[in-house]
């Protein structure tokens, strides 16, 4: 406990600024390489960046590749956290990193996320100079119907013994859930069950983007923290690190504000033969309206793409030759 505190004492002394924190290994590397390319030479973020990594997950190659960018600089988490390396191997490294950087005004990013406009910009959103910590909502492709038995290649985790532990896990981490969480999730902490007709969301918060002023969020990271060091425990309710962050959050009593748009979807007819439209990209977050990033690789537009959004209602809108263009180049990269 001795050199943890050390550690973290190093951590926190360092360098006071703003930057992005990434999480990776060998087998992200290619995709987190045409992140940064295009981050650096489309967005042009003056951010630096640091990428952490657990004790070999980092080939000598794969972190030459990595330095070759700029403002850029390579960490091992187990210098900080003095853990063994497979204690990070998974989702659960992510719940350190707000604690390991030294900024103090961060953004972590995954390594397959592509920013379409500059990530910097969210420390001067209203919401995040309110509570110092904006997140995003994930899509609701997994819900609750409540039905007794789930065939568990079909269905997430979904069966209602399974929600009612999910349930039984939140209300006894929090017992009253603050005015930062978002009214449509408060069903946990009411007698509100799932059923055929009346499905309940499984997963709400998205952490390929999550935007914290550790000075104002020290608590709440130490509680993110915790859910994930005991990670076997906490993502038998949750999918990873995901939840964490707003249950950490919660836990410590601290402001947060979620972003109330869930990712868009783009659709677009680029093959006119066939009768159908075909789902090109699936995860594309959108702030005050505008395209803001989305995860996985892109891929290749026509002039007829269209934005389809959920806020309440589903609307769609068709996407400008500005934003098309600036998606067909973060594919050709």
């Keep these: 406990m001795k050199k943890l505190f050390l550690g973290l004492c190093l951590s926190l ?7 992005i924190v990434i999480a990776a290994c060998d087998r992200y590397v290619d995709q987190l390489v045409r992140s940064l390319k295009f981050l ?14 657990a004790g070999d997950e980092l080939s000598d190659e794969n972190q030459r590749r990595l330095l070759a960018f700029d403002h850029l600089t390579l960490h091992d988490i187990t210098t900080i956290f003095p853990l063994p390396p497979e204690h990070f191997r998974g989702f659960q490294i992510k719940g350190y990193l707000g604690l390991a950087t ?26 995040y100079k309110k509570t110092g910590a904006f997140f995003f909502c ?24 399974y929600y009612e532990k999910r349930k039984s896990f939140l209300t006894h981490l929090i017992e009253k859930t603050s005015e930062s969480f978002p009214q449509k ?37 130490e509680m993110v923290r915790r859910l994930n060091e005991d990670y076997k425990e906490t993502y ?3 999918w990873g690190d995901k939840e964490t962050f707003w249950i950490g959050f919660e836990m410590a009593h601290e402001p947060y504000h979620v972003n109330e748009t869930i990712p868009a979807k783009i659709i677009d007819r680029w093959l006119p033969y066939l009768p159908f439209q075909i789902k090109k990209v699936a995860l594309v977050q959108t702030v005050d309206g505008k395209l803001f990033y989305q995860q996985k690789a892109p891929a290749k537009l026509s ?31």
């Design 13 to 19: 002394s360092l360098h006071a600024s703003s930057g």
């Design 40 to 53: 650096k030479t489309e967005i042009n973020t003056s951010l630096p960046i640091e990428i952490w990594y």
């Design 102 to 127: 030294q900024f103090d005004e961060f953004i972590i990013m995954d390594a397959d996320l592509y920013f379409y406009q500059k990530p910097e910009s969210l420390f001067e959103h209203p919401a």
């Design 138 to 161: 994930d899509q609701e492709s997994y819900l609750f119907f409540g039905f007794p038995h789930v065939p568990a290649q079909k269905y997430h985790g979904g069966t209602l013994s």
């Design 185 to 221: 999730w408060t069903f946990y902490w009411s007698s509100i069950q799932p059923t055929p007709l009346n499905p309940i969301p499984s997963e709400h918060l998205e952490s390929g983007c999550v935007v914290i002023d550790r000075k104002r969020h020290q608590k709440g990271l």
């Design 236 to 238: 038998k309710y949750v």
């Design 303 to 333: 002039p007829s793409a269209k934005l389809v959004q959920r806020n309440g209602e589903k609307t769609t809108r068709t996407l400008s030759s500005q934003e098309i263009a600036l998606l067909n180049r973060a594919f050709e990269l």
